[in-house]
C-alpha cells in the first residue's frame, strides 16, 4: 500500500511537471562548469575551422602538430588535420602516465558474478605494450585489419588500443551478434587476426564462444591468428598454427612498444552498422580527427574534471557508443569510468544503482530503452540506493520521450542534475547535437543545438530548403573532424547514401526532425528502412534476409512498430511455402534462425502470416501500408497496389491475431 501510494504521488509529480517548458542547469552547476559562456558558440560560428584546429592542437598530444584543419579540395572525401602525427594510444595512456597520472584508475570494472577490479592506467600502459607487440609478432601491420569480438571485460579496451598502437585498423563486433555475423564482417574487411573469449557470461550462464566462432570460420582464408582470452575456463579448441592463447603471448612479449605516431588520416578503426540493405556499412574513422571530436565532445557535454569524476557510460564496447565513450573520449580525457560486464538485471534490477552507490558514479550516460525498463521495474528500486554521488545525467540511442526524460531527472538525478539528451550516429563519430550542462536550458524530449563548430538544419524533403520552424529532414550542414572519412572499400555507396540527395557538401544524416521557435532540434526518426531495437541499429533487408533464409519461407516483409519497451520492435509479415502451416514451432523456428544469422536482439518480436505481401506494380513491397495496418492506422494511398485485395486478406488477419489476444 506505502509504495502504491507513493508509486501515484510520483505520477502526479511527473504529470506536474510535464506542464514545464524549460529546464535550467540547476543552481550553482554554471559557476563550476568548464563552459558556461554562451559566446563560445559564436566564437566557434566564426571560424569552425580555426576553432576545431585549436581544440584539437589544446587537448591532444601530437608528435607533430597539425597546421591546417579542413581540406575539402575533393568533397565529400574530406580530410582534417592532415599534416598532423599522433598515436590514438599515446594519447590514451602514454601522456597520463608520463605526467605521473599513472595511478588513477581507468576503470573500476566490476564483472557479473560480483568480482571487482581496478584498472589503472599505468596497467593499461603495460598490458598495451605487451599486446601491441604480441600482435606485431603474429604478423598484424600497420593498415591491417584486426577483428574483436569480446564480452564488456578490460581486455577489450587493451585490444583496441594495441591495434591503435602499431597502426592497425580494429573492426568490433558486439557481443550480441552472432558467431555468422561475426564471419561475415571478418570477410567484409578481410580481418588478419580475430581476438575473442574462450567464454561469455550472461546472467549466470556461460557461452561457449570460442567454439561456436570456429564452427563458422573453417572456410574464412585471410584470417590467420585467433587470439583467445580465457575467462571462463569453458571447453575451447585450438587449431594449431592458428589460435595462441592471449595470457601466454602477453606473457612471451617484450614489455617495450613506443606507440608509432600516425598520420592523423591514418585509419583507426572501422565499425560496422546497418544501413538500407542487407549488406551493412563499414564505417570508417580515422585518428586526428575523431580523436579530436571525441575528447572535446567527452570534455564538455559532460563537463567531465577528471580527477573527480568518476563517470559511467553503460553501453557495449561493441557500438559506437562505447567506442568513443568508453573507450577514446574518457581515456584521452584521463578520466575513471564504471565498466559493468552485465546485464542490468543481474543478479538483481538495482545492480546499476549499487554500482553507482559503490563507486560514488557522478555521471550516467544511459539510453532511453534502458530508463523505460528501470520505470517499469518501479522507483523504489533506485530510492534503496544513494545516488546523491551523480551531478550529470546523460541520455543517447534513441528519442527520449519527456515523461522518461522526466522521471531520470526526479528519480534517478534527484532533479540536481542537468540531463544532456545527445544526438550522434556511427557516422558522426562523436556527439553532434546535445545541451552544454552548465549553458544550455533543457526542453525533456529535445536534444537542443548543435555542439559549437557543428552546423545543423532541418531542411524541406524536396527542396532541400532550410526550414526555420517546423519538420523535414536533418543534414549537416558543414564537415566535422570525427566525421566518417567513408565506407570500407565502398566508395560508391558512401557517396551515394550521403552525398547524392543535397549535394557533396551536406551530409544528409537519415533522420527526420522538427525544428521549434527557439530553434530548437526535436530527432523523430529514421527516414530509411532502418529500424532502432533499444537503441540498436538494424536494417529491415538484413532481418528479411535472414527470415526467409528459414527453409519454409518464401518471402518477408520487416517493418519496426512503435514500442513501449524497446522504443521500437521487429514485426515481420512471412509468407510461407506452398503446403506450409502456420504454426507456433514454426514461429520459434524463425526466430532462431534470426538470431544464428543476425543476434538474438535482431528477432521479429512479431510475427503476422501473409498469403500475399502487398506489392507496387513494379514488383515493390508497400512497407508503408504493412507500418499503417500493423499500428492499426487507417491505410494510406492505395492505388499504386497491383493487387488491393491483398490488403483486405491481411486486415483480416490482424482482426483474428487481436480476437486470440
Ligand atoms: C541513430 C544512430 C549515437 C550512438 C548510438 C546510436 C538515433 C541517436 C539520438 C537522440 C534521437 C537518436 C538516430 C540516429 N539517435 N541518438 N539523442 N535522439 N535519436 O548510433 O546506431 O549509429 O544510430 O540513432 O536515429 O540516426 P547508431
Given at each position: 500500500?506505502?509504495?502504491?501510494?507513493?508509486?501515484?504521488?510520483?505520477?502526479?509529480?511527473?504529470?506536474?511537471?510535464?506542464?514545464?517548458?524549460?529546464?535550467?542547469?540547476?543552481?550553482?552547476?554554471?559557476?563550476?562548469?568548464?563552459?558556461?559562456?554562451?559566446?563560445?558558440?559564436?566564437?566557434?560560428?566564426?571560424?569552425?575551422?580555426?576553432?576545431?584546429?585549436?581544440?584539437?592542437?589544446?587537448?591532444?598530444?601530437?608528435?607533430?602538430?597539425?597546421?591546417?584543419?579542413?581540406?575539402?579540395?575533393?568533397?565529400?572525401?574530406?580530410?582534417?588535420?592532415?599534416?598532423?602525427?599522433?598515436?590514438?594510444?599515446?594519447?590514451?595512456?602514454?601522456?597520463?602516465?608520463?605526467?605521473?597520472?599513472?595511478?588513477?584508475?581507468?576503470?573500476?570494472w566490476?564483472?557479473?558474478?560480483?568480482?571487482?577490479l581496478?584498472?589503472?592506467?599505468?596497467?593499461?600502459?603495460?598490458?598495451?605494450?605487451?599486446?601491441?607487440?604480441?600482435?606485431?609478432?603474429?604478423?598484424?601491420?600497420k593498415?591491417?585489419?584486426?577483428?574483436?569480438?569480446?564480452?564488456?571485460?578490460?581486455?577489450?579496451?587493451?585490444?583496441?588500443?594495441?591495434?591503435?598502437?602499431i597502426?592497425?585498423?580494429?573492426?568490433?563486433?558486439?557481443?550480441?551478434f552472432?558467431?555468422?555475423?561475426?564471419?561475415?564482417?571478418?570477410?567484409f574487411?578481410?580481418?588478419?587476426?580475430?581476438?575473442?573469449?574462450?567464454?561469455?557470461?550472461?546472467?549466470?550462464?556461460?557461452?561457449?564462444?570460442?567454439?561456436?566462432?570456429?564452427?563458422?570460420?573453417?572456410?574464412?582464408?585471410?584470417?590467420?591468428?585467433?587470439?583467445?582470452?580465457?575467462?571462463?575456463?569453458?571447453?575451447?579448441?585450438?587449431?594449431?598454427?592458428?589460435?595462441?592463447?592471449?595470457d601466454?603471448v602477453?606473457?612471451?612479449?617484450?614489455?617495450?612498444c613506443?606507440?608509432e605516431?600516425?598520420?592523423a588520416?591514418?585509419?583507426?578503426?572501422?565499425l560496422?552498422?546497418?544501413?538500407?540493405?542487407?549488406?551493412?556499412?563499414?564505417?570508417?574513422?580515422?585518428?586526428?580527427g575523431?580523436?579530436?571530436?571525441?575528447?572535446?565532445?567527452?570534455?564538455y557535454?559532460?563537463?567531465?574534471?577528471?580527477?573527480?569524476?568518476?563517470?559511467?557510460?553503460?553501453?557495449?564496447?561493441?557500438?559506437?557508443?562505447?567506442?568513443?565513450y568508453?573507450?577514446?573520449g574518457?581515456?584521452?580525457?584521463?578520466?575513471?569510468?564504471?565498466?559493468?560486464?552485465?546485464?542490468?538485471d543481474?543478479?538483481?534490477?538495482?545492480?546499476?544503482?549499487?554500482?553507482?552507490?559503490?563507486?560514488?558514479?557522478?555521471?550516467?550516460?544511459?539510453?532511453?530503452?534502458?530508463?523505460?525498463?528501470?520505470?517499469?521495474?518501479?522507483?523504489?528500486?533506485?530510492?534503496?540506493?544513494?545516488?546523491?554521488?551523480?551531478?550529470?545525467?546523460?541520455?543517447?540511442?534513441?528519442?527520449?520521450?519527456?515523461?522518461?526524460?522526466?522521471?531520470?531527472?526526479?528519480?534517478?538525478g534527484?532533479?540536481?542534475c542537468?540531463i544532456?539528451d545527445?544526438?550522434?550516429?556511427?557516422?558522426?563519430g562523436?556527439?553532434?547535437?546535445?545541451?552544454?550542462p552548465?549553458?544550455?536550458?533543457?526542453?525533456?524530449?529535445?536534444?537542443?543545438?548543435?555542439?559549437?563548430?557543428?552546423?545543423?538544419?532541418v531542411?524541406?524533403?524536396?527542396?532541400?530548403?532550410?526550414?526555420?520552424?517546423?519538420?523535414?529532414?536533418?543534414?549537416?550542414?558543414k564537415?566535422?573532424?570525427?566525421?566518417?572519412?567513408?565506407?570500407?572499400?565502398?566508395?560508391e555507396?558512401?557517396?551515394?547514401?550521403?552525398?547524392?540527395?543535397?549535394?557533396?557538401?551536406?551530409?544528409?544524416?537519415?533522420?527526420?526532425?522538427?525544428?521549434d521557435?527557439?530553434?530548437?532540434l526535436?530527432?523523430?526518426?529514421?527516414i530509411?528502412?532502418?529500424?532502432?531495437v533499444?537503441g540498436?541499429?538494424?536494417?529491415?533487408?538484413?532481418?528479411e534476409?535472414?527470415?526467409?533464409?528459414?527453409?519454409?519461407?518464401?518471402?518477408?516483409?520487416?517493418?519496426?512498430?512503435?514500442?513501449?519497451?524497446?522504443?521500437?520492435?521487429?514485426?515481420?509479415?512471412?509468407?510461407?511455402?506452398g503446403?506450409t502451416e502456420?504454426?507456433?514451432?514454426?514461429?520459434?523456428?524463425?526466430?532462431?534462425?534470426?538470431?544464428?544469422?543476425?543476434?538474438?536482439?535482431?528477432?521479429?518480436?512479431?510475427?503476422?502470416?501473409?498469403?500475399?505481401?502487398?506489392?507496387?506494380?513494379?514488383?515493390?513491397?508497400m512497407?508503408?501500408?504493412?507500418r499503417?495496418?500493423?499500428?492499426?492506422?487507417?491505410?494510406?494511398?492505395?492505388?499504386?497496389?497491383?493487387?488491393?485485395?491483398?490488403?483486405?486478406?491481411?486486415?483480416?488477419k490482424?482482426?483474428?491475431?487481436g480476437?486470440?489476444?
Amino acid at each position: 500500500m506505502a509504495t502504491e501510494e507513493k508509486s501515484s504521488d510520483l505520477e502526479v509529480q511527473l504529470e506536474q511537471m510535464l506542464g514545464i517548458e524549460k529546464f535550467d542547469p540547476p543552481p550553482g552547476f554554471r559557476e563550476n562548469a568548464l563552459w558556461s559562456d554562451p559566446k563560445i558558440y559564436e566564437q566557434a560560428a566564426a571560424d569552425p575551422e580555426a576553432w576545431w584546429l585549436r581544440q584539437a592542437t589544446e587537448l591532444l598530444d601530437w608528435e607533430t602538430e597539425p597546421t591546417q584543419g579542413l581540406n575539402d579540395s575533393n568533397p565529400p572525401f574530406y580530410k582534417w588535420f592532415e599534416d598532423g602525427r599522433l598515436n590514438a594510444s599515446a594519447n590514451c595512456l602514454d601522456r597520463h602516465v608520463e605526467a605521473g597520472r599513472g595511478d588513477r584508475v581507468a576503470y573500476h570494472w566490476r564483472g557479473e558474478e560480483g568480482e571487482e577490479l581496478d584498472v589503472t592506467y599505468a596497467d593499461l600502459h603495460r598490458d598495451v605494450q605487451r599486446f601491441a607487440n604480441a600482435l606485431k609478432d603474429l604478423g598484424v601491420e600497420k593498415g591491417d585489419v584486426v577483428g574483436i569480438y569480446l564480452p564488456m571485460i578490460p581486455e577489450v579496451a587493451v585490444s583496441m588500443l594495441a591495434c591503435a598502437r602499431i597502426g592497425a585498423i580494429h573492426n568490433v563486433v558486439f557481443g550480441g551478434f552472432s558467431a555468422e555475423s561475426v564471419a561475415e564482417r571478418m570477410d567484409f574487411s578481410e580481418a588478419k587476426a580475430l581476438i575473442t573469449v574462450d567464454g561469455a557470461r550472461r546472467k549466470g550462464k556461460t557461452a561457449p564462444i570460442k567454439t561456436t566462432v570456429d564452427e563458422h570460420m573453417g572456410s574464412h582464408h585471410a584470417l590467420k591468428t585467433i587470439v583467445v582470452i580465457r575467462k571462463t575456463g569453458i571447453e575451447c579448441p585450438m587449431s594449431e598454427g592458428r589460435d595462441v592463447f592471449y595470457d601466454e603471448v602477453l606473457a612471451a612479449a617484450p614489455p617495450e612498444c613506443p606507440a608509432e605516431p600516425m598520420e592523423a588520416e591514418h585509419p583507426l578503426f572501422i565499425l560496422y552498422t546497418s544501413g538500407s540493405t542487407a549488406k551493412p556499412k563499414g564505417i570508417l574513422h580515422t585518428t586526428g580527427g575523431y580523436m579530436a571530436g571525441v575528447t572535446a565532445t567527452h570534455r564538455y557535454v559532460f563537463d567531465l574534471k577528471p580527477e573527480t569524476d568518476v563517470y559511467w557510460c553503460a553501453a557495449d564496447v561493441g557500438w559506437v557508443t562505447g567506442h568513443s565513450y568508453i573507450v577514446y573520449g574518457p581515456l584521452s580525457n584521463g578520466a575513471t569510468s564504471v565498466m559493468w560486464e552485465g546485464a542490468p538485471d543481474h543478479p538483481h534490477q538495482g545492480i546499476w544503482w549499487e554500482l553507482i552507490e559503490r563507486y560514488k558514479a557522478t555521471i550516467l550516460y544511459a539510453a532511453p530503452t534502458a530508463i523505460r525498463t528501470f520505470i517499469k521495474w518501479g522507483a523504489d528500486i533506485p530510492e534503496k540506493f544513494d545516488l546523491s554521488s551523480l551531478r550529470l545525467l546523460g541520455s543517447v540511442g534513441e528519442p527520449i520521450n519527456p515523461k522518461a526524460w522526466l522521471w531520470y531527472h526526479k528519480v534517478i538525478g534527484g532533479e540536481r542534475c542537468p540531463i544532456v539528451d545527445t544526438w550522434w550516429q556511427t557516422e558522426t563519430g562523436a556527439i553532434m547535437i546535445t545541451p552544454l550542462p552548465g549553458i544550455t536550458e533543457t526542453k525533456p524530449g529535445s536534444a537542443t543545438t548543435p555542439f559549437p563548430g557543428v552546423a545543423a538544419s532541418v531542411v524541406g524533403e524536396s527542396d532541400g530548403e532550410p526550414i526555420s520552424e517546423g519538420q523535414g529532414l536533418l543534414v549537416l550542414e558543414k564537415p566535422w573532424p570525427s566525421m566518417l572519412r567513408g565506407l570500407y572499400k565502398e566508395d560508391e555507396r558512401f557517396i551515394e547514401t550521403y552525398f547524392s540527395r543535397f549535394g557533396k557538401e551536406r551530409y544528409l544524416v537519415g533522420d527526420a526532425a522538427r525544428v521549434d521557435s527557439d530553434g530548437y532540434l526535436w530527432v523523430i526518426g529514421r527516414i530509411d528502412d532502418v529500424v532502432n531495437v533499444s537503441g540498436h541499429r538494424l536494417s529491415t533487408a538484413e532481418v528479411e534476409s535472414a527470415i526467409v533464409a528459414h527453409e519454409k519461407v518464401a518471402e518477408a516483409a520487416v517493418i519496426g512498430q512503435a514500442d513501449e519497451d524497446t522504443g521500437q520492435a521487429i514485426c515481420a509479415f512471412v509468407t510461407l511455402r506452398g503446403g506450409t502451416e502456420p504454426s507456433d514451432e514454426l514461429i520459434e523456428g524463425i526466430r532462431g534462425t534470426v538470431a544464428e544469422r543476425i543476434g538474438k536482439f535482431a528477432r521479429p518480436k512479431r510475427i503476422i502470416w501473409a498469403d500475399e505481401l502487398p506489392k507496387t506494380r513494379s514488383g515493390k513491397i508497400m512497407r508503408r501500408l504493412l507500418r499503417d495496418i500493423a499500428e492499426g492506422r487507417a491505410l494510406g494511398d492505395v492505388t499504386t497496389l497491383r493487387d488491393p485485395e491483398v490488403m483486405k486478406e491481411l486486415e483480416a488477419k490482424i482482426a483474428e491475431e487481436g480476437d486470440e489476444d
